[in-house]
């Protein structure tokens, strides 16, 4: 049985990384056709196809389910038109204990997925778009094409790109009196993140003293804001960018800032409940192969594999924004395409059975 449990896993987790290559390949040459466009300044298109391989992590993790219901059909059908699983079958074994033996390295693949997600992407995702901004922008907020705004108090602030591990290039201040005439603007080429403060470097600041205005130039200056590194990346990146922890987090300060969460929420269901999304689908393509698709050609599995990965997405992006709309708990935009596919997949196994 162990012999048999390796062969499976290894004809599953096979198609499904071949699958995972196509489209995540197919996913960078459409974002690096898509990004000729982008180019500017220094942003030229070896720096576009830098940037499209920072983003592999995240475009990986995003296609794992789509990957795991096409390839588990591949692998499975493979099976089938060799006539090995009539032959295990003939052997006493059940469908249940197949699905088992095929579902047990798929849960390896989300405990990978899941860490991945975590760990990986949200690191990548933040050099590669802060890289990206810093390239195309200009030195100061008045010359940079992009980049980031925030305010705190009667500050304004500018960030030309934000880097992980705390550290700001191109900030641009400008400070105002209570009445918002401007008090002070100030640039400074970098600012880092040391232990509980953040500290400029080689900059100039220009007052503003009604009749007429000084300027000073530095070379490393304190500045006191309570920015965090941990804050700025939840600023910068999109939601959908960022570990589940840091998008709860974030979605419960917004609460207690009397701010709507709802796309946070969201997108943190999305990615919690992407284990039971993996193996919902899974369940289909399993229920397929033993049913429906027992006898027809690889191009019709595949064929079927894009067909029901694309319903599913659609139902997905669809019931999410709804959610928003409506105002129905974003748990159960997640959940319940997830569990019609599990639905299905228990009926169509059954039948089987």
């Known amino acids: 049985m162990r012999r048999l449990s390796r062969y499976i896993s290894t004809s599953v987790l096979g198609a499904i990384a071949l699958v995972l290559l196509i489209i995540v390949a197919l996913d960078a040459i459409g974002a ?24 592999l992590p995240a475009r990986i993790y995003e296609n794992i389910p789509m990957a795991s219901l096409t390839g588990c059909l591949i692998g499975l059908g493979v099976l089938a038109n060799n006539s090995e699983l009539v032959v295990m079958r003939s052997a006493g074994i059940s469908v249940l204990r197949i699905v088992w033996l095929v579902l047990r390295p798929i849960l390896v693949l989300i405990l990978v997925g899941v860490l991945f997600g975590e760990l990986v ?13 810093l390239l195309k922008g200009g030195k100061t907020a008045q010359e940079s094409m992009s980049g980031f705004w925030n305010k705190e108090g009667n500050e304004f602030m ?38 509980d403060s953040w500290v400029e470097e080689r900059g100039t600041i220009t007052r ?4 007429h205005t000084e300027i000073d130039t530095f070379v490393l200056r304190d500045w006191d804001t309570d920015l965090s590194p941990e804050l700025l990346s939840l600023v910068v ?4 960018s960022l570990a589940m ?67 599913f997405r659609t139902s997905q992006d669809l019931l999410g924004p709804a959610s928003l709309v409506f105002g129905f708990p974003p748990f159960l935009a997640v959940v319940i395409p997830a569990a019609v596919c599990c639905l299905i997949g228990f009926v169509l196994l059954r039948r089987a059975a």
């Open 121 to 133: 992407v949200p690191y990548t995702d933040q050099y590669a778009e802060s890289r990206r901004m």
């Open 245 to 311: 922890r840091s998008l709860y987090g974030y979605s419960k300060y917004l609460k207690e800032q009397g701010q709507d969460a709802s796309n946070y929420k969201l997108v943190f269901w999305g990615k919690a409940l992407q284990p039971l999304t993996i193996v919902s689908l899974v369940l289909i393509a399993i229920s397929f192969v033993f049913g429906p698709l027992r006898q027809v050609t690889m191009g019709y599995r595949i064929f079927a594999g894009v067909v029901v990965g694309l319903a």
């Open 32 to 55: 690096l056709i898509d990004g000729t466009g982008d180019i500017a300044n220094e942003y030229t298109f070896n720096q576009v196809m830098i940037y499209v391989a920072l983003t």
């Open 158 to 195: 500018h960030f030309n790109a934000v880097y992980p591990g705390g550290v700001l290039f191109g900030v641009t201040r400008y400070r105002f009196d209570d009445n918002h005439a401007i008090q002070e603007s100030s640039f400074a080429v970098r600012a880092t993140y040391q232990g």
């Open 208 to 211: 503003f003293l009604g009749d």
């Open 237 to 240: 990146l999109p939601a959908e």
